[in-house]
């Protein structure tokens, strides 16, 4: 590897919709790793808010903005031996092509670190990226670049509508949108044009699956899946919009191997060297897809398969960039694998996002191809009904998770299932418990049958919750070993164990049960809790030996002991 003293990264800029504190993140754990290799450092970023730009972190900061004129300055000033671009989002990557056309880093010597500006120009501009995936026959969406609002007519006419438009360079979906005729083509052209000089036109996938791939490549064409996601909600909601849930749980195994071995095949041919994120869209009904886009950079997926993982991509991608094989590196985090293995995930990770539309006046609460959400929550569960309640109960809307919320009004069930909003997870929930069926449900929504179906288990262990409501009175002065021996019914014991394993909270317990009518919510919460700890329904599988041997009438130890 050649000497490299001092490397200057390229942050994101100012924090905005759209361009959030992931690549914090993944300029926090960049700077860190160069630091380890006793690299000097600088940093332009011109956010004061921010992990990065602490006292130590880099050598030295630039509180300027990510603009070709400010960096050629701190260039000319520092004389950086090389230039990290895929740590600060499509800013920090748009600045850094600018800065390669404009002649500006071979005037100066320096040396772009990781991914070369041509790899990127192959991903960013849409028709060199179909030219490259055509030459290894990889499929992607039909369609056309223009540059006018006439050259976006003719060739909306061209594919038939529904079309799809998306600025080029622009992150989180910016200026793009689903088009059905063309008076919505004139007004969503405009808009995109605002934001970028090209603009796809792109026939609608509407409804496929929406599949992510983690990939990391090293010099020597090694190359690595980390992590694979599935949104939730199919194709036409942006994935910051959606839940993404990981590893994705409705693929088959012959559909995950042919999109894992086809994201090696697209990062070794288009020469990525680091961490790339690739996006499918997939047929449901067939293993047919197509490659929406391959990102040449840390992205919001990429510190979300981090944390999911505990494979530290940000930082792996950093020593890459310095010329380090896979084989060479050890994970941070667990110290002692290699970075050269594949994570295996024994638990389901959600990803839900947060909006604060209500702060916004005017603002369409309709979800679409452009992102709107201002951040979003990590859970983990054993199981998807598990991790998806936890996250719902984090993401700061005063739910408690899928079920035993406020009561939730709705004035058009069917056409917010069919317009997806910020409130989507919740009127599918209302949905269900009015009486819609899975089948109804996935018409409207297009949400793949086995995430309803999960769904619906929620619902139907809310249900049996219930049915248990007349011993509510009976579980303020009776203890836990006194009621269980006299109940009718000893699957309570089960359905109780049962609900905390799938993501009930003590409090979704306690209204189920109707404790709130014999005492507040927070003695109801308690008195659930203590239970609990005395019935040996705790987080810790070994507890469930000691429950079925106290308790041997009425455990189903079949039925647990799988936990």
């Keep these: 590897m050649e000497k490299i003293n001092k490397v200057l990264l390229l942050g994101s800029g100012a924090l905005k919709i759209g361009q959030a504190g992931e690549f914090d993140y993944s300029g926090s754990q960049a700077l860190k790793a160069l630091k380890e290799e006793n690299i000097k450092t600088v940093l332009i970023n011109p956010n004061i808010a921010t992990v990065q730009t602490s006292q130590g972190v880099a050598d030295t900061v630039y509180f300027l903005p990510v603009k070709t004129n400010f960096v050629e300055r701190i260039i000319e000033k ?258 002692t694998t290699s970075a050269f293995f594949e994570p295996a995930l024994d638990y389901v990770v959600c990803k839900i996002p947060h909006w604060d539309l209500t702060k916004f006046h005017g603002v369409s609460h309709q979800l679409g191809s452009s992102m709107k959400s201002v951040g979003e929550v990590m859970a983990i569960g054993r199981t998807f009904e598990e991790s998806l309640q936890k996250g719902l109960r984090m993401i700061g809307q005063g739910m408690h998770g899928f079920v035993e919320n406020k009561e939730f009004h709705v004035d058009d069930i069917k056409d917010e299932m069919l317009h997806a909003t910020d409130n989507r997870i919740f009127v599918i929930s209302k949905a269900m418990q009015i009486g819609y069926t899975i089948k109804q449900i996935h018409e409207l929504t297009k949400i793949d049958c086995w995430f309803l179906q999960k769904l619906k288990h929620i619902i139907d262990i809310d249900k049996q919750l219930h049915k248990y409501s007349y011993i509510s009175e009976m579980m303020t002065f009776m203890e836990p070993s006194e009621l269980m021996e006299s109940l009718e019914e000893p699957a309570f014991l089960e359905l109780f164990y049962k609900a905390k394993m799938y993501g009930f909270s003590d409090f979704q317990i306690g209204r189920a049960l109707g404790l709130e009518n014999h005492m507040t919510m927070e003695e109801a919460i308690l008195k659930v809790r203590k239970w609990r700890k005395q019935l040996g329904i705790l987080p810790v599988v070994n507890l469930i030996d000691t429950l079925a041997a106290e308790y041997p009438a009425q455990t189903n130890y079949q039925y647990l002991s799988y936990l």
């Design 78 to 335: 520092e004389h950086p031996d090389g230039i990290l671009l895929s740590f600060g989002g499509q800013t920090a990557l748009n600045c850094g092509v600018e800065l390669y056309q404009k002649g500006v880093l071979d005037k100066y010597g320096v040396r772009v670190l990781g991914t070369s500006v041509q790899a990127i120009m192959d991903t960013e501009d849409r028709d060199l990226f179909v030219r490259r995936l055509n030459e290894i026959g990889v499929k992607t969406i039909k369609s056309h670049a223009c540059c006018t609002v006439d050259e976006v007519r003719e060739a909306a006419l061209e594919l038939g509508f529904p079309v799809i438009l998306r600025a080029a360079y622009a992150l989180g979906g910016l200026g793009s949108g689903f088009c059905d005729n063309e008076e919505e083509l004139q007004i969503q052209a405009e808009e995109a044009f605002s934001f970028s000089p090209q603009v796809l036109v792109e026939k609608s996938l509407r409804g496929w699956k929406e599949i992510e791939y983690e990939v990391v490549r090293d010099r020597y064409d090694n190359c690595i899946t980390v992590c694979n996601m599935e949104n939730l909600d199919p194709l036409g909601i942006h994935t910051g919009e959606s839940i993404v849930v990981a590893p994705s749980q409705t693929l088959s195994n012959a559909e995950y191997h042919k999109l894992r071995a086809l994201s090696i095949q697209i990062i070794r041919h288009i020469g990525i060297v680091g961490e790339c994120n690739v996006q499918y869209a997939l047929d449901p009904q067939s293993e047919d897809y197509r490659v929406i886009e391959v990102n040449a950079r840390l992205s919001r997926s990429s510190a979300l398969a981090s944390k999911a993982t505990g494979y530290p991509l940000a930082f792996v991608a950093a020593k890459l960039g310095l010329g380090y094989g896979l084989f060479e590196l050890k994970n941070s985090v667990t110290k």
